[in-house]
């Protein structure tokens, strides 16, 4: 039965993984031998987290850098990470941003970048890296959404619609392809812990709204992530297709 998560032997691409969420779930699948390309906008960040987590695991790792958004430079990144190591055997579609404004002051391109991030980067990097999975007949593609992707919150607007796409981007590329032997799904966290939260942890009135709201009465850990991210990315999943698990405490069961 334990074989059925092994992953030594495969390599992961995780975009936006050199820090926060991304760098957990990519620490997580090295940790389970699966060897992992940390990406970032920033070359010499990717490379140097990567040079980290392989001098800490022993697992191949190497960084990549480009814009999820550039369709152009996806197709390049991708093709030089396949040239380099192989195929991509998982894809997690992590990389994202968030814009906070009142709404009717919310400028329209911050609304255009947040889309163009979360939304489009995801389509086009899984359409560049499932060409490949097609030709061989299998894959694991993994998107990131969020509690956000199911629950509206003031102040992020376009943040709420660009997750809430990428769970119906999960059901299309499951439609386009699984009859090709390819698993998409979808991980949704609620409210984690990380540096890029800190901030809205530190607030008092904030965090009392989260451990009241969440039914697990606390933040998540990062950590507490990578379990279902070793499953949808091993053969435990093979049968799984087109879903989105909420990881969020049970804040997304309960009113």
Not at 213 to 220: E, M, Q, S, V
């Amino acid at each position: 039965m334990t074989d059925l998560f092994e992953l030594h032997g495969r390599t992961a691409l995780v975009t936006g993984s050199t820090r926060g969420i991304g760098r957990a779930l990519a620490e997580g699948l090295a940790a389970a031998g699966c060897g992992v390309v940390i990406h970032g906008r920033n070359a010499a960040q990717a490379s140097a987290v990567a040079s980290e987590l392989h001098d800490r695991s022993g697992i191949p790792t190497t960084g990549a850098s480009f814009d999820v958004a550039d369709a152009d430079a996806v197709a390049a990144g991708v093709a030089r990470i396949e040239a380099e190591l192989g195929a991509i055997d998982v894809l997690v579609n992590n990389a994202g941003i968030q814009r906070r404004s009142a709404l009717a002051d919310f400028p329209v391109e911050w609304w255009d970048e947040v889309i163009a991030t979360n939304l489009t980067g995801a389509f086009l990097v899984a359409q560049a890296v499932a060409r490949g999975m097609v030709q061989r007949g299998q894959g694991k593609i993994v998107n990131i959404g969020s509690v956000q992707s199911l629950l509206g919150r003031p102040g992020i607007t376009p943040y709420a619609a660009s997750k809430g796409g990428v769970v119906m981007l999960t059901k299309g590329l499951c439609a386009d392809l699984a009859p090709h032997g390819i698993q998409v799904n979808a991980i949704a966290p609620g409210y984690f812990i990380t540096d890029l939260t800190e901030s809205l942890a530190a607030d008092a009135q904030f965090d009392a709204w989260v451990r009241q709201r969440t039914p697990a009465g606390r933040w998540g850990s990062v950590d507490e992530l990578v379990g279902a991210l070793r499953f949808l990315s091993s053969d435990a999943s093979n049968f799984v297709n087109g879903q989105t698990i909420y990881v969020d405490g049970g804040m997304t069961a309960v009113v």
